[in-house]
């Protein structure tokens, strides 16, 4: 027998530590929070995504009466960039979150879904993908999609 571990870095920042670009990806995803359809949840999600040649698309979570026919910020917004730019990688992402008056104080995290969207978009390009994931006191910067989604599965592992 023998084990394997898997470790994870986050870093964690202030708002005013943050470059100029995170900063700006960041106030996108604050301000998309107001783009949410969630009248169920009552819990906005705002996402923004900046791409390898500039550009930066939003989204935010858009909830169904069918509730598993929702989707979160995140894919939202992935798909939108994807389905739009075909050919251009996502160099980072940045979410944040609303709900009874203020944007929540820890960071919320990316579902599992999320992840694995988030993941092919990484592995198809080449191109790790930054996280930031906002909160009122603190910031989380992931590395890459795959360092929220480790020991994933990808297009190789289907030709065995
Ligand atoms: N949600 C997101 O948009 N992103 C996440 O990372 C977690 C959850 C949405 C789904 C649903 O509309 C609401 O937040 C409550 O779960």
Known sequence: MKELEIKTLIKVYTYEELSDEQRMLIDKAKE????????????????????????????????????????????????????????????????????????????????????????????RYGQDIEILLYGEDEIYVFPSAKSLLPHCFVDDDLRG
């Open 32 to 123: 998309s929070t107001s783009l949410s359809y969630s009248p169920y949840s009552n819990f906005a999600v705002g996402a923004a995504v900046l791409l390898a040649n500039g550009e930066v698309f939003c989204g935010a979570n858009q909830e169904n009466a069918a509730y598993p026919s929702g989707l979160c910020a995140e894919r939202t917004v992935m798909f939108y960039a994807n389905a739009n730019r075909p050919n251009v990688p996502v160099k980072a992402l940045a979410c944040a979150c609303y709900t009874q008056g203020h944007y929540t104080h820890r960071p919320g995290s990316p579902c599992g879904n999320c992840r694995q969207v988030l993941l092919e978009t990484e592995h």
